[in-house]
């Protein structure tokens, strides 16, 4: 077989049963691999009203056909369940080497369901499957625990997924590491990982990924490498890593800092990746056949946290963990960094949920009698580097926080007024990233990502962002050079739809979406020229983009199950309501909002939503192959409109 | 030392990523995966170091001079020295004898295998064109030692200029 394994592991860790099943030609070429075969499973196996942390939930490991090969930047892992964090569908992805290694152990995916009595990890040595004793490295962080199961295993090159303590304290975004410190950091599955007592997964594969037509794969594969020297953004990237956006963000106003009430701050300069690499940059990283390679690797060398190191910093963790809950102190960030990488946490939902707090105490709606005297103050790094363990352990105030902004505004009783700072849509807070002068398409991803709203990395729509860095790309892509202005609506429904459709093949095939997104190093029409090179198969780009379709239908057909559509597609308040305000001199969104109800209808358009619920309409899910999925929402649409369902308030499931 | 050219590694450059272990197995192969390549890439996850091993053709090669057959051998017109598969036996001792640990033995064929500089391809050996970040490079180690003895030039005047300015 070419590409593919063509087999998955089932593990029921109650019963102990490990099982090899076969994955057919229909079923791969349906779905394809990664996230395409996860939501498969997690949308047919999980059911709409079960408890992410039941034992019966799923959770589920898997790579694409191109994991493992010479296509750039091919070792991403996708990782999906039932979300504890918002009740829906869930997934996230990381980088590292740990999904390459599965692939040459020769497996497409694993499934995990039950619980084991105790803590276990699981060693996979090629065929051989084994769930071993973890009570030794349970409580440990991800650096430790990987040295101790390494050395156990008498092997110091098998790559090993790990959760830390937040994970095992059912902290409601925990993440998962690969390789210590590669995250797959959203929706909070480390819980779901931890309620199995399942510690982490070791991996030794010893074979290779046999290729259909490899004298073609080779030369596509050099064709991009070579491109890729030229690339412009790849060149930001591998100088100062994803740290380069701060400074283009802080002058667009789109940092986000104190929970969003400041789009621009003179300070954030000073943790910029130009300031980073000249001060605690140990060096830079790559994860599996990356040609980009924006890791980082940082030791702090002077001040309070002098000696700590560790993988990153990475843009989006740095920003709601640094400016987001008003603190600019470089070090300090990092610092912060470290420790909710130590304790296996989410650091985008960590900060997003402490500047929640942070304005809650601003606003005088919870006091220092909530916090159990913790003075929330923004800015006060004592208490957010304290309040990050306190989550991660889930002590005191941590505790409330450690359910997330919504959940928390729900046991601290706060109502409405408390869930309009959560900054966050369907459970999940915002990224760093403010769509008011960012951009109206990833603006509009945010209120229809698949995987809770409000995330950047469901349409990661860059053809407005870095897309003017390749002048002509949006003609040749979307037929149109007017959406590349961030803030028109022209094109942006297109544009959503297109994108979203694109980065899910992405991570279908498990590539990283720095080449396909950020960089436009590789187009659409190469992936499905090393795609065919590499599986034999001969699928035309039409082809390969009704695919991305058919996954994005079905997860958001995952939402309808659950009656949440239309009216849900909402981003915070905030950015709707309140205008940009000056940040520095030379902001370029000042007074701003971001229309979101006049770029919805233009990407339900494309999607072809039902326009009275927002629910993937009948005709489109059957032209997708999905009529079962049709025939589960056709009692769901008339209840979804009913008026008892339209009082309800859902700020998660 | 002449001119000719070989892969010279600069370890504090490399990150990790294997981009020459797949484009190496592919080459030689048609097929991806650490088993089959020619170049190998150790990291340390924790403490973020990563270190590339490949092979650096050595004068008086120690897979050579241990080969019981003279199928490991150096070809002297082209500087390279060659396992050849049909006489090898597959008894690992090159393998075993190479201080740097890249000589493998195949997983189909069970014979030795080693860098062959990927003699023939115009662009150079593949690890050093597609490494992204200059850890491989296919040079002239004449030329490299020229170069990291005038960077200890450089630094002499920049500190000099800089007192100056101090």
Avoid at chain 1, 47 to 76: K, Q, W
Avoid at chain 1, 97 to 106: D, I, N, R
Avoid at chain 1, 530 to 543: C, K, L, Q, R
Wanted: hydrophobic share 35%.
């Amino acid at each position: 077989m070419y590409g593919w394994s063509g087999k998955r592991l089932r593990v029921n860790l109650t019963t102990g049963e490990i099982k090899h099943e076969p994955l057919s030609y229909e079923y791969r070429r349906k779905w394809i691999g990664g996230r395409g075969m996860n939501s498969e499973v997690i949308y047919n196996e999980v059911p709409p009203n079960l408890d992410p942390l039941d034992p019966e939930a799923r959770v589920c490991f898997g790579v694409g056909p191109i994991s493992g090969t010479a296509a750039p930047a091919s070792g991403r892992v996708t990782v999906s369940c039932k979300s504890p964090l918002t009740g829906g569908f869930g997934d996230s992805n990381m980088g590292g080497h740990w999904g390459a290694e599965l692939k040459y152990a020769g497996y497409d995916q694993i499934i995990v369901q039950g619980k084991a009595k105790k803590p276990v990890y699981l060693w996979i040595d090629d065929d051989k499957v084994e769930i071993r004793d973890a009570a030794h490295v349970w409580g440990k962080f991800p650096r430790e625990a990987d040295q101790m199961i390494k050395q156990e295993l008498g092997d110091e090159d098998i790559h090993i997924v790990l959760i830390g303590p937040a994970g095992e304290n059912l902290v409601r975004f925990a993440c998962t590491f690969n390789d210590v410190y590669r995250a797959a950091g959203r929706t909070g599955h480390g819980a779901v990982i931890g309620s199995k007592n399942l510690k982490g997964i070791a991996v030794r594969g010893s074979g290779t990924v046999k290729i259909a037509r490899p004298k073609e794969f080779f030369d596509v594969c050099n064709r991009l490498r070579q491109t890729f020297k030229n690339d412009p953004m790849r060149k930001f990237l591998y100088e100062i890593g994803s740290l380069s956006l701060i400074n283009v963000a802080v002058h667009d106003g789109w940092i986000g800092a104190n929970n969003f009430q400041q789009g621009a701050h003179p300070d954030a300069h000073f943790m910029s990746g130009e300031e980073h690499s000249t001060t605690v940059l140990k060096h830079r990283e790559g994860c599996f056949s990356c040609p980009i390679c924006c890791g980082r690797f940082t030791e702090i060398k002077e001040g309070p946290y002098a000696g700590e190191y560790g993988g990153g910093p990475e843009y989006e963790h740095s920003v709601p963990t640094g400016p987001r809950v008003g603190v600019f102190e470089p070090n300090a960030i990092w610092h912060n960094m470290i420790l909710t990488n130590n304790y296996g946490m989410d650091g985008i939902e960590c900060g997003g949920t402490i500047a929640t707090a942070m304005e809650w105490y601003q606003r005088g709606l919870i006091t220092t009698k909530d916090t159990g005297g913790l003075e929330l103050e923004w800015g006060n790094q004592e208490v957010v580097s304290k309040l990050i363990g306190m989550m991660a352990m889930r002590e005191g105030f941590g505790d409330i926080l450690a359910d997330g902004a919504s959940r928390a505004a729900d046991r601290l009783g706060l109502g409405d007024e408390g869930h309009k700072y959560t900054m966050s849509t369907r459970g999940m807070t915002m990224p760093g990233d403010d769509p008011r002068g960012l951009g109206f398409a990833y603006g509009t991803g945010f209120a229809i990502g698949t995987r809770g709203g409000c995330d950047h990395l469901r349409a990661l729509p860059s053809l407005e962002l870095s897309g003017f860095m390749y002048p002509g790309l949006n003609t040749k892509i979307i037929g149109d050079e007017r959406p590349v202005k961030p803030t028109t609506i022209v094109g942006k429904g297109y544009c959503t739809f297109y994108e979203e459709n694109q980065k899910a093949m992405t991570d279908c095939l498990n590539v990283c979406c720095f080449t396909t997104h950020w960089s436009f190093a590789v187009l659409t029409a190469d992936q499905v020229e090393y795609f065919n090179a590499v599986t034999g198969m001969d699928i035309t780009e039409e082809e390969f983009m009704v695919i991305g379709e058919r996954i994005v239908n079905l997860e958001r057909a995952y939402w309808s199950r659950m009656l949440s559509g239309k009216r849900e597609d909402t981003i915070p308040e905030r950015y709707v309501k309140e205008p940009m305000p000056q940040g520095v001199p030379d902001q370029t969104n000042v007074g701003m909002t971001f229309p979101i109800q006049k770029t919805l209808p233009g990407y339900y358009k494309y999607r072809d939503y039902d326009l009275e619920t927002g629910f993937p309409s009948e005709r489109r899910l059957k032209m997708l192959g999905l009529d079962y999925v049709a025939k589960d929402l056709a009692p769901l649409r008339a209840k979804y409109n009913t008026d008892a369902e339209k009082k309800k308030k859902k700020y998660y499931y | 030392m002449s001119n000719g050219k070989a892969l010279v590694y600069t370890q504090e450059k490399c990150t990790g990523c294997r981009s020459c272990v797949v484009g190496c197995s592919l080459y030689h192969d048609g097929e991806c995966g650490k088993v089959v390549s020619r170049v190998a890439v150790v990291r340390n996850e924790r403490f973020g170091e990563s270190f590339v091993v490949g092979c650096d053709m050595c004068t008086d090669a120690p897979c050579a001079a241990v080969c019981p057959t003279g199928a490991c051998a150096m070809d002297t017109a082209a500087g390279i020295t060659k396992i050849n598969a049909e006489k090898c036996i597959g008894c690992k001792e090159c393998a075993m004898a190479c201080p740097f640990g890249v000589i493998n033995m195949h997983y189909k064929t069970g014979k030795a295998f080693k860098c062959d500089l990927c003699e023939g391809r115009d662009a150079g050996p593949v690890c050093a064109d597609w490494c992204p970040s200059g850890a491989i490079s296919y040079t002239s180690p004449n030329i490299a030692l020229k170069a990291k003895r005038r960077a200890k030039l450089m630094e002499r005047l920049e500190a000099a200029k800089a007192g100056e300015e101090g």
